[in-house]
């Protein structure tokens, strides 16, 4: 597919302002280590800003006070929105199954599919399941019975959606993600462990994205809940009566235990763990590996084992680096006052 594309129509595009030439055509994105004279490039900070000088690309994107660069430069706001543009421009769709139901597809008769569905080979849809339109499922996928999922969803190969799970519209499951699997309730009696049962769902709002490996579990009673516009990553686990506000992050390898409560933009960095029945507020970050081990304030940064403010953890951090100095002043000190009173020992016994 031809993308070749003159910088003025980028600029456009990217919404900023052109410096330079603007009739000088461009095929493809680039950083600036790797970009060729056809390729767009981009800065966002003043690292990178310095390497212009050895870069090859054609143009670069950059901010409004950029300083003079030796190719043309789409001057913009947001870098990093008006690089997102361009390389969508660029980008290439991922391949995806032809309207209609395989012949090796296993379809209910009882399951309604809506206009412009797309079954990939053995998929299985279960009893009373309706799919609605431009939906596509990819190979391998299994839905049960009573599953509701919604306009212009795309489910990757071997994604798992178990009985009476609620997908909105326009939601993203990558590869072998679990939606719907019984969450890990157990009591230990008479000296073995005793699966509680889980009768509960799973209810995923509209524009979620549900990253490869990922589990999202079914809630013991009621709904385990993602909320609009929330992105998950690959391999996270997301327990039974989870509830998630809009707009959170969840990046790779999380864990986020029973009946947590995450508010509105929640971030939770890479490995991070939220013990059960916490409560994040609206807007707090943990970073990554963090232990969230009590309930977070509503804009809140914490860090480390035990999830404490971050500004704090960095203010020990920093007396930390001055403790050999500070040490050796104590000693310094300690000397002196053992010169002062051996001194005035000496006086007294005159």
Same mark, same amino acid.
């Given at each position: 597919?031809?993308?070749?594309? *003159?910088?003025? !129509? ?22 600036? !280590? ?6 767009? !490039? ?5 690292? #990178? ?5 050895? =870069? ?7 901010? /409004? ?21 361009? +390389? ?46 431009? *939906?596509?499922? #990819?190979?391998?996928? #299994? ?43 157990? +009591? ?55 509830? !998630?506000?809009?707009? =959170? ?73 001055? /403790?050999?100095?500070? /040490? ?11 010169? /002062?009173? *051996? ?8």
């Amino acid at each position: 597919m031809n993308h070749k594309t *003159t910088i003025e !129509t980028l600029a456009r595009l990217a919404g900023g302002t052109l410096r330079g030439a603007g009739d000088v055509v461009i095929s493809g994105v680039a950083t600036v !280590t790797d970009a060729s004279p056809h390729d767009v !490039t981009w800065v966002a900070d003043e690292s #990178y800003v310095r390497r212009l000088g050895e =870069c090859r690309a054609g143009a670069v994107v950059g901010p /409004l006070d950029l300083p003079a660069t030796p190719m043309p430069a789409i001057l913009t706001r947001d870098v990093e929105s008006s690089i997102a543009a361009i +390389l969508g421009h660029f980008s290439v769709p991922f391949w995806r199954p032809a309207p209609g139901v395989d012949e090796s597809a296993v379809i209910d008769p009882t399951a309604e599919l809506g206009e412009g569905v797309a079954i990939g080979p053995h998929v299985v849809v279960g009893p009373r399941t309706r799919i609605d339109a431009g *939906t596509a499922l #990819y190979a391998g996928v #299994y839905v049960g019975a009573d599953v509701s999922i919604g306009q212009r969803c795309k489910l990757w190969p071997h994604v798992f959606v178990a009985d009476g799970c609620k997908i909105g519209n326009r939601v993203l499951i990558w590869p072998n993600a679990v939606v719907g699997r019984p969450g890990f309730g157990f +009591l230990f009696r008479d000296g073995k462990h005793q699966r509680i049962p889980q009768m509960g769902t799973v209810a995923v709002e509209d524009d979620v994205e549900i990253g490869a490996g990922t589990c999202i579990d079914r809630a013991k009673c009621g709904v385990t809940r993602i909320g609009a516009g929330t992105k998950i990553d690959n391999q996270v686990q997301v327990a039974h009566n989870v509830t !998630t506000g809009p707009g =959170c992050i969840l990046i790779s390898q999380v864990g986020v235990a029973g009946s947590v409560r995450l508010g509105t933009g929640v971030i939770l960095g890479g490995q991070v763990g939220v013990m059960d029945n916490v409560t994040v507020g609206d807007g707090a970050r943990a970073t990554a590996q963090t232990g969230v081990a009590r309930s977070i304030p509503p804009h809140t940064t914490v860090e480390g084992r035990w999830g404490r403010d971050r500004m704090r953890v960095l203010r020990e951090e920093a007396a930390m680096r001055r /403790l050999p100095e500070l /040490l050796e002043r104590i000693k310094e000190l300690s000397r002196r006052v053992q010169a /002062l009173e *051996t001194a005035a020992d000496d006086r007294k016994a005159r």
